[in-house]
């Protein structure tokens, strides 16, 4: 079972939470290396939402996070238990797997680097940005998927991004905020989805429903796709 969760303003909104929340060792230390109170707090807040949504979805409340900067984080004596989580700027989006691996990905519709398309997208990539409608969208979507696939496999950026094609077999529009298919890749699974101004692409090995419930705190409204 998976659970995605896109929480905007999420610092502001969770404050109250993760106040006096206290890090294991490893993540504590973990934070101490970003520079500024304003990351180290947006860490934190972070760390909170993740265990808060592992207790919420799979009752567990004896979770604590650990790994270091150059080691993919894990859940300490639960360590079936997967997660993954991105910042897009004020927003976060986490999520959380019972059984296998998983990565999320998301980031706001930026113009399309031509630069990136050239040195780490495949010609088919290419193809499916330059005929898009949108093809600012259709970048957004592309990296979106290649970061969420190298954060399933636990993967850093050296992994050879130019010979991953994750090219949706569906096209993207912002009037279809869901692609809704769930595009095989090798023996993993890629859902994408378009949410105010950001694209959200997650990874998985389970091909199971990919439900992301989108939290606007500052109204209180939740809707779930």
Known sequence: ????????????????????FVLS???????EMLFSIRERHRFVTAERITLDLIQQCF??????????????????????????RSYCGDDLCVAVEDAERIGVDCEKINKADVSVMKYFFTDSEKTYIESSPDPDL???LIWTRKESYIKC???????????????????????????LKNDKLGD??????????????????????????????????????
């Open 59 to 84: 009752g567990v409340h004896d979770a604590e996070i650990c790994g270091m900067v150059s080691q993919k984080p894990y859940i300490k004596n639960h360590q079936e238990l997967c997660f993954s």
């Open 138 to 140: 259709a970048f957004s």
């Open 153 to 179: 496999i636990g993967e850093g950026l050296c992994f050879r991004l130019d010979l991953l094609d994750v090219t949706p077999e569906q096209s993207a529009s912002v009037s279809s905020p869901v692609l």
């Open 188 to 225: 993993l699974y890629i859902k994408s989805y378009i949410t105010d101004g950001a694209v959200v692409s997650v990874c998985s090995e389970i091909a199971d429903t990919f439900p992301m419930c989108i939290q606007e705190w500052r109204n209180n409204e939740e809707n779930d796709y």
């Open 25 to 31: 060792p490893e993540r504590q230390r973990r934070a």
């Open 1 to 20: 079972m998976k659970k995605i969760v896109f929480i905007k303003d999420f610092i502001n909104a969770y404050c109250d939470n993760a106040a006096g």
